[in-house]
C-alpha cells in the first residue's frame, strides 16, 4: 500500500520559488559568505589573487555539492522518520531540493571571484569583490519580499548584517593568521 503523501507538486515560478525558498535563501547566502570568506581569508592572509581564485572555485564546487547532498540526506532522513511514525510524507523530491541548494549556492557565489576572472585592477579587485558580495546579500535578502511577508527592506538588511558580520570575521582571521605564521 503506497504511503500517504502531503506534498503538493509546485506550479508555475511564484509556486516553485515558494517551495524551495529555503533552499535558494540557504544556498545562496552560504555561496556569497562562504565564497567571500575564502577570497577575505585568502586576501587578509596577503596571498596572490591566483591563489585566491583557485581556493574560491573549488569552495564552490565543493562546499556546493556537499550543501546539496547535505539537503539531499536531511530530507531523506526526515522523511525516514516520518514513514517510522506512520506519518505522511512532507516532501517527494530531495534530489530537487539539493539540486535547488547547489544552483543557489554557485550563482551566488560567483559574485565574489568575478573581480579576480576579469580586468579590475589587482588593487581593487577585493573592494569589488566586498561590494559585490555585500550588495549581493542585501539583494537576495529583499528578494524574499517577492514571496512572502517580509519587507525588502528588512530582508536586506537582516542578510547583510548577518553575512557583513562573518565576511569581517573572516578578513581579520586569516590576518591574524598570517601574521602569527609570518606571512
Do not use: K
Amino acid at each position: 500500500m503506497p504511503r500517504p503523501s502531503r506534498h503538493v507538486e509546485p506550479h508555475g515560478s511564484l509556486d516553485t520559488a515558494r517551495h524551495y525558498i529555503r533552499e535558494l535563501i540557504y544556498g545562496a547566502n552560504d555561496g556569497l559568505i562562504t565564497t567571500f570568506a575564502v577570497v577575505a581569508g585568502v586576501a587578509g592572509g596577503g596571498l596572490s589573487a591566483s591563489v585566491i581564485l583557485i581556493c574560491g572555485v573549488a569552495n564552490l564546487f565543493a562546499d556546493g555539492l556537499s550543501m546539496a547532498v547535505g539537503n539531499y540526506l536531511a530530507i531523506r532522513s526526515h522523511e525516514s522518520v516520518l514513514e517510522a511514525q506512520g506519518l505522511p510524507e512532507e516532501e517527494a523530491s530531495p534530489v530537487r531540493h539539493g539540486l535547488a541548494t547547489f544552483l543557489a549556492f554557485v550563482i551566488a557565489g560567483t559574485l565574489p571571484l568575478l573581480p579576480y576572472v576579469t580586468t579590475a585592477a589587482a588593487s581593487t579587485r577585493f573592494a569589488w569583490s566586498l561590494t559585490l558580495t555585500l550588495t549581493g546579500m542585501f539583494a537576495v535578502g529583499a528578494l524574499r519580499s517577492l514571496i512572502s511577508t517580509v519587507r525588502w527592506w528588512i530582508g536586506g538588511t537582516e542578510m547583510l548584517t548577518l553575512g557583513g558580520a562573518v565576511a569581517a570575521i573572516a578578513y581579520w582571521s586569516g590576518a591574524l593568521v598570517a601574521r602569527l605564521v609570518g606571512g
